[in-house]
């Protein structure tokens, strides 16, 4: 967030202290007025270059002892910065440095407007030149003046300077977090907006969101979120955000007015902003870690909030929104609301959002925690199975997280005897060659997903001679498994062998065809632990019922 200035001044034709005063001023201070004037007359319009004699001149009215020269000093540097872009060195800002430090406050507001300018509208590298001027403490003291415009120009000078982590951290050990905290009470919209907005700056890394928790920042944050002021209401929503993504922090932020910012932040995904809906989102997603608040945002009317919020036009929101949505998955009692509020045909639409890879990764992630709480009828009755399926076949053109998202959901789902049978209708019965294809992915949990899924089919004797005869043949990938340097796919390549090996004498017999009896022999002589060589047992003497020991 880059911070506004609030004072407008005088603009060219600055008046500078020369008549009245010329009888008390030094020679210097005299050729000094004289250089500036021509200075300002001799270039009327467009980007002011400043030579060094012109800002020695300028030196001069800033450190004399005339408060009419400072002051006229203070509003040439103003007006200069207001199309200045160039990059600024120590030796410029020393006389501006120097005026914040001004009891007048007019003074005080050309100086902290000419700061503010030449960190916002100047190069990136200008604040952290500002700030190795020395200009933070003056611009701190400036936040514990009375007046407004004062306030307001310093508070926007800090907001930008703290969009660099280096400033971030110096702002905070230089005392700021206090009187930034105590100008979020004032009444001025403007000082208030830019407080807000340097503390929210502030959040944004971790050493210093420990202290801005312990100095009070909190309770003035969520007091925020009610304000009327849309950016007062998006910073507030944001700092949370940052905040909550850590424990401790959240407790505190839920601990404050009895859960007060979890009803006002549903209260905001309401708002007519899509920026204060998505910061909203934001911080309830990042509060919906812990389980205890998964109950409160659904009881506070979160989820009726939320899903309204996944077909907004604003991708940044609906991303914002699934990504809540799946945090509130993951508590039991959750799921019947979750389905009951009409989600699952908007996830199934969010799963072939192509070009939204993190949008589809949450749709699926929120499917796999409802179908671990056996919502398996409502998931196929609203075409998800089958949106995910679609991931998987289009796998070429899907990334990583987005298969091994779909793919998890959909070996929870195997897990469910209807479920499996609508699998191995999908594309005319043949959606076990894209699960056998996927066990060679590239991706090692898409692999791990895929035989998992095939082993649950295999449940199912009906599939047996499909899932063994066809090729790509099962036989191939749990060959691979089996001499997987990994022992969780040893495991379960033996764990799908007992799904096959508990089948009919012909399954039996396509098996022993095959080189697999001679690994699961190898694997229960070689060490392993002793769950592989039970399951490696258990398979060899599956296979060897009704086929007799003269088979083998």
Same mark, same amino acid.
């Given at each position: 967030?880059?911070?506004?200035?609030?004072?407008?001044?005088?603009?060219?034709?600055?008046?500078?202290?020369?008549?009245?005063?010329?009888?008390?001023?030094?020679?210097?201070?005299?050729?000094? %007025?004289?250089?500036?004037? !021509?200075?300002?007359?001799?270039?009327?319009?467009?980007?002011?270059?400043?030579?060094?004699?012109?800002?020695?001149? /300028?030196?001069? *009215?800033?450190?004399?002892?005339?408060?009419?020269?400072?002051?006229?000093?203070?509003?040439?540097?103003?007006?200069?910065?207001?199309?200045? @872009?160039?990059?600024?060195? &120590?030796?410029?800002?020393?006389?501006?440095?120097?005026?914040?430090?001004?009891?007048?406050?007019? &003074?005080?507001?050309?100086?902290?407007?000419?700061?503010?300018?030449?960190?916002? !509208?100047?190069?990136?590298?200008?604040?952290?030149?500002?700030?190795?001027?020395?200009?933070?403490?003056?611009?701190?003291?400036?936040?514990? !003046?009375?007046?407004?415009?004062?306030?307001? =120009?310093?508070?926007?000078?800090?907001?930008?300077?703290?969009?660099?982590?280096? =400033?971030?951290?110096?702002?905070?050990?230089?005392?700021?977090?206090?009187?930034?905290?105590?100008?979020?009470?004032? =009444?001025?919209?403007?000082?208030?907006?830019?407080?807000?907005?340097?503390?929210?700056?502030?959040?944004?890394?971790?050493?210093?969101?420990?202290?801005?928790?312990?100095?009070?920042? %909190?309770?003035?944050?969520?007091?925020?979120?009610?304000?009327?002021?849309?950016?007062?209401?998006?910073?507030?929503?944001?700092?949370?955000?940052?905040?909550?993504?850590?424990?401790?922090?959240?407790?505190?932020? %839920?601990?404050? $007015?009895?859960?007060?910012?979890?009803?006002?932040?549903?209260?905001?995904?309401?708002?007519?902003?899509?920026?204060?809906?998505?910061?909203?989102? *934001?911080? &309830?997603?990042?509060?919906?870690?812990?389980?205890?608040?998964?109950?409160?945002?659904?009881?506070?009317?979160?989820?009726?909030?939320?899903?309204?919020?996944?077909?907004?036009?604003?991708?940044?929101?609906?991303?914002?929104?699934?990504?809540?949505?799946?945090?509130?998955?993951?508590?039991? $009692?959750?799921?019947?609301?979750?389905?009951?509020?009409?989600?699952?045909?908007?996830?199934?639409? /969010?799963?072939?959002?192509?070009?939204?890879?993190?949008?589809?990764?949450?749709?699926?992630?929120?499917?796999?925690?409802?179908?671990?709480?056996?919502?398996?009828?409502?998931?196929?009755?609203?075409?998800?199975?089958?949106?995910?399926?679609?991931?998987?076949?289009?796998?070429?053109?899907?990334?990583?997280?987005?298969?091994?998202?779909?793919?998890?959901?959909?070996?929870?789902?195997?897990?469910?005897?209807?479920?499996?049978?609508?699998?191995?209708?999908?594309?005319?019965?043949?959606? @076990?060659?894209?699960?056998?294809?996927?066990?060679?992915?590239?991706?090692?949990?898409?692999?791990?997903?895929?035989?998992?899924?095939?082993?649950?089919?295999?449940?199912?004797?009906?599939?047996?001679?499909?899932?063994?005869?066809?090729?790509?043949?099962?036989?191939?990938?749990? /060959?691979?498994?089996?001499?997987?340097?990994?022992?969780?796919?040893? @495991?379960?390549?033996?764990?799908?062998?007992?799904?096959?090996?508990? $089948?009919?004498?012909?399954?039996?017999?396509?098996?022993?065809?095959?080189?697999?009896?001679?690994?699961?022999?190898?694997?229960?002589?070689?060490?392993?632990?002793?769950?592989?060589?039970?399951?490696?047992?258990?398979?060899?003497?599956?296979?060897?019922?009704?086929?007799?020991?003269?088979?083998?």
């Amino acid at each position: 967030i880059m911070g506004g200035c609030c004072c407008g001044l005088q603009g060219h034709g600055t008046h500078l202290a020369h008549s009245t005063t010329e009888p008390l001023l030094r020679d210097s201070e005299r050729e000094a %007025v004289s250089a500036i004037l !021509k200075f300002l007359d001799s270039d009327s319009s467009g980007i002011r270059t400043l030579s060094e004699d012109k800002l020695q001149s /300028l030196y001069t *009215l800033s450190f004399s002892d005339n408060v009419d020269l400072q002051k006229s000093a203070a509003l040439c540097f103003s007006e200069i910065s207001e199309t200045w @872009h160039e990059p600024v060195d &120590i030796h410029f800002l020393e006389p501006i440095i120097h005026l914040l430090l001004s009891e007048d406050v007019d &003074i005080q507001k050309a100086a902290s407007l000419a700061l503010s300018n030449l960190a916002l !509208k100047g190069p990136a590298e200008n604040k952290s030149t500002i700030v190795k001027a020395g200009a933070l403490p003056p611009l701190i003291l400036l936040l514990t !003046k009375d007046d407004p415009e004062v306030q307001c =120009n310093a508070c926007g000078c800090i907001t930008t300077l703290a969009t660099t982590d280096s =400033n971030k951290k110096d702002i905070v050990s230089n005392g700021a977090i206090n009187p930034l905290l105590k100008l979020s009470h004032v =009444n001025d919209s403007r000082v208030q907006r830019n407080a807000a907005g340097a503390l929210l700056n502030l959040t944004h890394i971790e050493s210093n969101r420990q202290e801005l928790v312990q100095t009070g920042a %909190v309770p003035v944050f969520v007091r925020l979120l009610e304000s009327r002021d849309v950016d007062v209401q998006f910073y507030c929503a944001a700092a949370i955000s940052n905040l909550a993504v850590h424990d401790s922090h959240r407790r505190v932020i %839920v601990g404050y $007015g009895n859960g007060k910012a979890i009803r006002v932040l549903v209260s905001l995904m309401k708002s007519n902003s899509d920026k204060v809906k998505c910061q909203a989102c *934001l911080a &309830i997603r990042n509060l919906a870690s812990d389980e205890a608040n998964q109950g409160k945002i659904a009881e506070s009317g979160g989820l009726e909030a939320l899903v309204p919020l996944l077909s907004s036009k604003d991708i940044d929101t609906v991303t914002a929104a699934v990504a809540a949505l799946r945090n509130l998955s993951i508590r039991r $009692g959750n799921e019947i609301p979750i389905v009951q509020s009409g989600s699952l045909p908007q996830l199934s639409r /969010l799963l072939s959002l192509q070009e939204c890879p993190e949008i589809q990764c949450h749709a699926a992630g929120t499917l796999r925690n409802l179908a671990a709480e056996d919502q398996y009828t409502p998931i196929m009755e609203s075409g998800c199975l089958l949106a995910l399926a679609e991931r998987l076949r289009d796998s070429q053109h899907v990334s990583g997280d987005v298969l091994s998202e779909a793919s998890a959901a959909l070996a929870v789902m195997a897990s469910h005897v209807v479920a499996r049978k609508q699998m191995m209708l999908l594309y005319g019965g043949n959606f @076990h060659k894209v699960l056998l294809k996927l066990t060679e992915s590239p991706y090692k949990e898409v692999q791990y997903n895929c035989a998992g899924i095939i082993g649950h089919l295999a449940m199912n004797e009906e599939y047996h001679a499909p899932l063994l005869e066809e090729d790509p043949s099962a036989i191939g990938f749990l /060959l691979g498994f089996m001499q997987h340097d990994d022992v969780s796919f040893v @495991h379960l390549a033996l764990w799908i062998m007992a799904q096959f090996s508990n $089948g009919s004498k012909k399954t039996k017999q396509m098996m022993r065809k095959s080189i697999l009896l001679d690994k699961i022999m190898d694997l229960r002589t070689r060490t392993h632990s002793l769950e592989i060589s039970q399951l490696a047992d258990a398979a060899f003497n599956n296979l060897k019922q009704d086929l007799g020991d003269s088979s083998f």
